[in-house]
């Protein structure tokens, strides 16, 4: 069996691994270079929970993933040596107001077994001292976690080499091949090139490619802006969501700021308004952060479907599988995708 991947970001990558591992002879497509879009960009966050605002296939598919990252990372770092930057590092999500609850989230996570906990400024400040004494509550979610997504990409890339994936890339897919209504291949840089099956993991761009299927929601691209402080000495220690703002610390200095949600089109702007966004709520948060020194910025595009489930499987059309529609969580769910992608196949 032979299988074309059509993008190199997390879910090709990661799907294009699992394919291989099962001994199918897989060969992954990108027009530019694997891993530069969404998948580099993302702050990866791990956030099973903090995530989930409520029981659903969506929350399912979260925790499915989070509670497979150990042993997924652990192959990866097994056959590459690259630390990915894999921690349980604990999410807290703070307010100003003591008012403001999480009731519905912290009830229902209860319920289901899962660590959730509801702490007051004091105590949410033992676990993050670096916290703002004007926050007045958290809540706790001690098992979600971290990666640091372009250490994670370049793994994948390097697993997948030295599994024998075949990469080809500055290899832009033109249209899918549908021959009697069933997809038998790709055509890229003027070539036709056959398969058994196509997996399209072309994250914001994959409802582009000439084939998509009619009846299958379009992806759009959701930007989301990003910002990276350097403190000296390290202060920070755990994600911190504060309002839509949230501050990621790498542990070593590293502090990632996110993000700006804007339906921008495919303008990869940085914009002034965005940046000051997310440094205001990041300082109110974490008032230390304001003499981190500015280190660099960037934006890049959620893949973002108008439908409850990111689309993997098997689609509507024969011989062609989906692999998008993440939006903010696809680095947290490539596990839960590779395996999904291989049991639709049948494998
Ligand atoms: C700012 C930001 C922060 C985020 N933070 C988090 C987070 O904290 N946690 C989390 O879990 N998720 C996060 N995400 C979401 C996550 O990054 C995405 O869901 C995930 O990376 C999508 O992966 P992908 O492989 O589908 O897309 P991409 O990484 O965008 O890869 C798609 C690839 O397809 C290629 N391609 C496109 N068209 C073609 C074509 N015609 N032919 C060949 N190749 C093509 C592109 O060049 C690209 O390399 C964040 C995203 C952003 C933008």
């Not at 969506?58 to 042993?71: F, M, W």
């Not at 702490?119 to 971290?146: C, N, V, W």
């Not at 702007?269 to 280190?295: F, H, N, R």
Request: charged share 20%; net charge neutral; proline share 5%.
């Amino acid at each position: 069996m032979r299988v074309l991947i059509v993008g190199g970001g997390v879910m090709g990558c990661a799907a294009a691994l699992a394919l291989r591992e099962r001994g199918v002879r897989t060969l992954l497509l990108e027009r530019a270079v694997p891993g530069a879009e969404a998948s580099s960009a993302a702050a990866g966050i791990l956030g099973g929970q903090c995530e989930s605002r409520g029981p659903g296939p969506l929350a399912d598919a979260l925790l499915a993933s989070r509670a497979k990252y150990a042993e997924w990372v652990t192959n990866l770092v097994s056959r590459t040596a690259i630390d990915v930057g894999y921690r349980v590092c604990g999410v807290l999500r703070v307010g100003d107001d003591a008012s403001a609850q999480d009731d519905m989230t912290v009830e229902w996570q209860t319920k289901a077994g899962l660590r959730v906990e509801v702490l007051s400024g004091a105590r949410a400040r033992e676990i993050e001292p670096a916290l703002s004494p004007e926050i007045k509550r958290a809540t706790y979610f001690p098992d979600d976690g971290q990666v640091d997504p372009p250490r994670l990409l370049r793994a994948l890339m390097t697993a997948c080499v030295k599994a024998d994936v075949e990469i080809r890339s500055g290899t832009t897919v033109e249209r899918l091949s549908i021959e009697s209504g069933r997809c038998v291949g790709v055509e890229a840089n003027a070539e036709r090139i056959s398969s058994d099956a196509v997996v399209l993991a072309a994250g914001s761009w994959s409802s582009l490619v000439p084939g998509w299927p009619s009846g299958v929601p379009r992806v759009i691209p959701a930007r989301g802006q990003m910002v990276l402080l350097d403190e000296r000495a390290p202060r920070a220690r755990t994600i911190v969501f504060h309002k839509s703002i949230y501050v990621v610390p790498r542990g070593d200095g590293r502090v990632v700021l996110g993000s700006t949600l804007e339906f921008a089109g495919y303008r990869k702007e940085v914009t002034a308004g965005g940046v000051a966004g997310i440094l205001a709520g990041a300082i109110d948060a974490m008032p230390s952060l304001s003499s981190a020194e500015l280190s660099a910025t960037w934006s890049n595009f959620r893949p973002y479907v108008e439908c409850a489930m990111p689309l993997v499987g098997a689609s509507e059309t024969p011989g062609l599988f989906l692999a998008t529609g993440h939006h903010r969580n696809g680095i947290l769910l490539a596990p839960w995708t590779a395996d999904r992608v291989v049991a639709s196949m049948g494998l």
